[in-house]
């Protein structure tokens, strides 16, 4: 039999408090300044650390379940559940301690994602969700505001890290503000689309993003009455992310398919 949802939503966020607490606790003694020589070594290993962490509790409480995690790839499994996980989403603003980066934990059952928990401890969020069952933040149940008028909507998006993929993303930003309110570049897709949920963004978009990026925080979003997809009103994919309550997401659909958003140009 499946496994229920809450149960799975339940270890998501347990697991999520403990690699949160883990990851802030290592936050504290990185520097921008100190880590110089090699910025990224010391955030890679407690990208590393955390992931470890987050596969040895999932796998010690269900045995037989797969986990895809950024740092520590496919992990096979017997049980139709799968953990889609992110151990720190933003890790530039992890390197720069800035408050918005995320632990992200999906479980997908039969590839479908059911439940999730986004952790942001420097915001002291904790975010939640079942498929069918909504989702909240520190208990309270989320409804995303209404949607606005593409003109009047705040957009949050990101940048991959190939500059020849940037030069194409910077030739679409070019096209989109201008019929925007404005744009924001968060650093973490997690908290992006959590913001969704909560109000902070009206919409988002980006390209390139991978399934622990978006799993997550896209059933936090789409719990809270957001529509997460692709273009075209296709399903969400490494080409493009987009998400907005339905009547923007529709409006920003139309603004980015002709601009080529979901191409390196
Ligand atoms: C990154 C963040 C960022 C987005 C990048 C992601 P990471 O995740 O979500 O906002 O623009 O595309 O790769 O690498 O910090 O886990």
């Known amino acids: 039999a499946a496994p229920d949802r809450e149960s799975l939503r339940d270890l998501a966020v347990r697991v999520a408090a403990e690699a949160g607490d883990l990851a802030a606790e290592g936050q504290a003694g990185i520097t921008v300044l100190d880590t110089k020589s090699s910025p990224t070594d010391v955030v890679t290993e407690m990208d590393r650390a955390t992931e470890d962490l987050i596969r040895a509790r999932l796998l010690a409480e269900r045995p037989g379940d797969a986990v895809l995690g950024e740092e520590g790839g496919d992990d ?7 953990w889609v996980v992110d151990p720190i989403d933003g890790t ?8 918005d980066w995320g632990v992200a934990i999906a479980a997908e059952v039969d590839g479908v994602v059911v439940a999730s928990a986004v952790n942001v401890p420097a915001r002291g969020e904790m975010f939640e969700a079942v498929l069918g069952g909504g989702s909240r933040r520190n208990g309270e149940t ?3 505001p209404p949607a606005v008028p593409l003109n009047l909507a705040l957009v949050a998006t ?3 890290y190939f500059p020849e993929r940037r030069v194409q993303q910077a030739r679409v930003l070019l096209e ?7 744009i924001r570049r968060g650093g973490s897709a997690a908290v992006d689309l959590t913001g969704l ?3 902070r963004y009206n919409a988002y978009y980006e390209r390139g993003l991978h399934a622990w990026d978006w799993s997550a925080p896209g059933l936090v979003a789409s719990e809270a009455g957001v ?11 490494n080409d493009l992310v987009i998400a907005g309550r339905p009547e923007l997401y529709d409006a920003l659909d139309a603004l980015l398919a002709p601009l080529g958003a979901d191409t390196d140009g």
């Open 76 to 82: 096979e499994g017997t049980s139709g559940v799968r």
């Open 176 to 182: 989109v503000v201008p019929h925007i309110r404005d």
């Open 92 to 99: 530039v603003n992890y390197l720069y301690g800035s408050p």
């Open 142 to 144: 989320l409804q995303a």
């Open 158 to 160: 990101g940048f991959g």
């Open 197 to 199: 949920a909560t109000g």
């Open 227 to 237: 529509r997460v997809g692709g273009l075209r009103g296709g399903p969400p994919s």
